[in-house]
C-alpha cells in the first residue's frame, strides 16, 4: 500500500522558516516526479513546487520563488520543502503528491493536481502576522 505522510507544518510567525517532510513507503519513487501543493479554506488546491525524478529540475509558482526550496532525498524515499521568508498568504494545508509515471513527466504537465496519482493527508501550516 503507498503511503505518503507529511510533516513539519505549525504555526509560526511572518518571516519564519519551516521544513516540510513528506515519507513515502510502499513503492519507491526515485524514478518519479513529485510535488507540493496547498490548499486554504475556501480555495482550490493549488501548486506550490515539484521536482524532477532526478532532483536536476524543480518548478516554483510564481508566489513563492526565492523563498521555499524543494529537494528530494531518493536514497530515503524523501522529498521535502523548505520554507523561508513565511507570509500570512502561505497558510494553508500542505499536500505532497507523487506521480506514477517514470522519468520525466515534462514542465507543464508537473505543475498540475490532475498529474499526481498519489497523495498524502497533508499537514497544517500556518503563519501569523
Known amino acids: 500500500q503507498v503511503q505518503l505522510v507529511e510533516s513539519g507544518g505549525g504555526l509560526v510567525q511572518a518571516g519564519g522558516s519551516l521544513r516540510l517532510s513528506c515519507a513515502a513507503s510502499g513503492r519507491t519513487f526515485s524514478s518519479s516526479a513529485m510535488g507540493w501543493f496547498r490548499q486554504a479554506p475556501g480555495k482550490e488546491r493549488e501548486f506550490v513546487a515539484a521536482?524532477?525524478?532526478?532532483?536536476?529540475?524543480?518548478y516554483y509558482s510564481d508566489s513563492v520563488k526565492g523563498r521555499f526550496t524543494i529537494s528530494r532525498d531518493n536514497a530515503k524515499n524523501t522529498l521535502y520543502l523548505q520554507m523561508n521568508s513565511l507570509k500570512p498568504e502561505d497558510t494553508a494545508v500542505y499536500y505532497c503528491?507523487?506521480?506514477?509515471?517514470?522519468?520525466?513527466?515534462?514542465?507543464?504537465?508537473?505543475?498540475?493536481?490532475?498529474?499526481?496519482?498519489?497523495w498524502g493527508r497533508g499537514t497544517q501550516v500556518t503563519v501569523s502576522s
Open positions: 521536482i524532477s525524478w532526478s532532483g536536476r529540475d524543480s
Open positions: 503528491a507523487a506521480n506514477r509515471q517514470v522519468g520525466p513527466l515534462g514542465s507543464r504537465k508537473i505543475q498540475v493536481v490532475g498529474e499526481y496519482d498519489y
